[in-house]
């Protein structure tokens, strides 16, 4: 048995962990990261490829936005298709402002490798972790680390744990309110190092679903389509994605498909979840512990980070200036912006997807709100401020 004592525990080294430590180390606040996975592990994850600014401020911010800076690609407008109807949002003319495409796997690599720097502790492989005393002035978490069982003391506990952690199950059951809304289909997505074949992204509904051309650079494209939850990853040999993709954008794409070796393919269930409860006790979740968006919207990882900004706020607050006021506010305001990116996300779903249930008429509403989207600057402008982040 060992006993550490730190002021904030974080649970968790995705984008909201690793975040949250730094900004908290930045201001002198002493916490630890907490991560089940080994280093690799966490490093080869494959995940979000659109950063809204709420993202790339705090890495400006922590001084952490070189690389990003020197690779992302700056994208000005993304577009939506239905067949061959092409239609451009223009979301620097809308909105003046940007999106950049910049891989969270290379946001949390400079994450991680700029740890030691800030002496940002990350403990790896940290096993059965347990959160204990949560609502009491003195909460802990235990974890195993190469057979030693570490109890560590804080003052607050940050639940950054994914969707698959335990934090929000160390919330008594009957403080609970969470809402789940699950999709008929999933997201097959392929990683190749091939060019991508249009200068932005193009998601495309059509009479055989959804399918979304991506990228991560000049020379690496990322690409979905819809597929059943059926479906598994052997029932796709690459060829016969390949064969969907040059159906669905050979007709309306600048370049074309460029067929390649997968680097990575998976399959990814979509979901609306919100789980209201962010606070309890000391006891603080952010990111997909507290919600998931289907990915459509591109809100996963920036809504992680703008629960980061408030918690972070609140959590200075706390050590700076003895405010409990805005630790007390910060479930209220984060839960504003998160539910105005879950209908975003949940529209964009409904509109761009194929549903099993629906008939001709629903099909028909799709194609006449893509039809009038092309024609209102004040429906693309709707479409525009949602998709380049709302204000935090
Ligand atoms: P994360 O899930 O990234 O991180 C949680 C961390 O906690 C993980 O490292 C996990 O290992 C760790 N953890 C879990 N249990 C633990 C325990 N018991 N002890 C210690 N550590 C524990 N978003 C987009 O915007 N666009 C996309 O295209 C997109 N694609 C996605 C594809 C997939 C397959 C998935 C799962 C998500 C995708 N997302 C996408 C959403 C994703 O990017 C999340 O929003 C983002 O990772 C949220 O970051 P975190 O909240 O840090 O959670
Ligand atoms: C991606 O590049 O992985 C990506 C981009 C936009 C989305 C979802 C995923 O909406």
């Known amino acids: 048995m060992s006993a550490r004592r730190t002021q ?30 080994t280093r690799e592990h966490v490093e080869s994850r494959i995940r979000a490829g659109v950063l809204e600014t709420v993202t790339t401020d705090l890495m400006h911010r922590l001084g952490l936005d070189e690389r990003m800076n020197r690779e992302a690609m700056v994208e000005d407008g993304f577009n939506l ?21 910049y891989g969270q796997t290379e946001l ?50 940050a639940g950054c744990d994914g969707f698959h952690g335990p934090s929000r199950r160390a919330i008594p059951a009957h403080l609970v309110r969470e809402y789940m809304h699950e999709y008929p289909f999933g997201w097959l997505g392929i990683l190749a190092d091939v060019p991508p074949c249009h200068d932005e992204l193009i998601y495309a509904n059509g009479p055989r679903g959804f399918a979304l051309a991506s990228m991560r ?6 690409y979905y389509i819809q597929v059943p939850l ?14 969907e993709l040059e159906g669905r954008f050979n007709g309306i794409s600048q370049h074309g498909v460029t067929r390649g070796p997968a680097l990575e393919m998976s399959i990814a269930p979509l979901r609306s979840y919100v789980f209201e409860t962010m606070r309890h006790g000391r006891l603080f979740l952010a990111g ?13 990882l920036n809504l992680a980070a703008s629960d980061v900004h408030y918690l972070s706020d609140a959590i200075i607050g706390f050590y700076r200036r003895q405010d409990e006021q805005a630790m007390l506010g910060y479930q209220a305001k984060a839960l504003s912006r998160i539910w105005k990116a879950e209908r975003f996300s949940w529209s964009l779903t409904k ?42």
Not at 135 to 155: F, H, N
Not at 288 to 300: E, F, L, N, R, S
């Open 8 to 37: 904030v525990a974080i649970i968790g080294s995705g984008p909201a962990g690793l975040l949250l430590g730094h900004l908290l180390k930045a201001e002198g606040i002493d916490c630890i990261v907490l991560e089940r996975q």
């Open 81 to 101: 298709a239905d067949g061959d109807m092409l239609v451009r949002i223009d979301i620097k003319a809308l909105t003046g402002k940007t999106v950049v495409v």
């Open 108 to 157: 949390t690599r400079d994450l991680i490798a700029a740890a030691p720097q800030r002496e940002l502790e990350i403990v790896f492989e940290a096993q059965d972790l347990a959160l204990h005393d949560v609502d009491s002035d003195q909460p802990s978490v235990t974890y195993t680390k190469d057979g030693v069982v570490t109890t560590l003391a804080c003052d607050l506990i």
């Open 217 to 222: 650079s000049t020379t690496r494209s990322r």
């Open 230 to 243: 059926t479906e598994r990853i052997e029932d796709w040999p690459e060829d016969r994605l390949w064969d």
């Open 288 to 300: 997909d512990a507290a919600h998931i968006v289907p990915p459509t919207g591109a809100k996963g």
């Open 351 to 392: 509109l761009m997807h194929s549903f099993p249930d629906q008939g001709p008429f629903e099909r028909r509403m799709q194609m006449a709100e893509l039809d009038y989207l092309s024609r209102s600057p004040a429906m693309q402008t709707a479409i525009a401020e949602n998709y380049v982040g709302l204000p935090v």
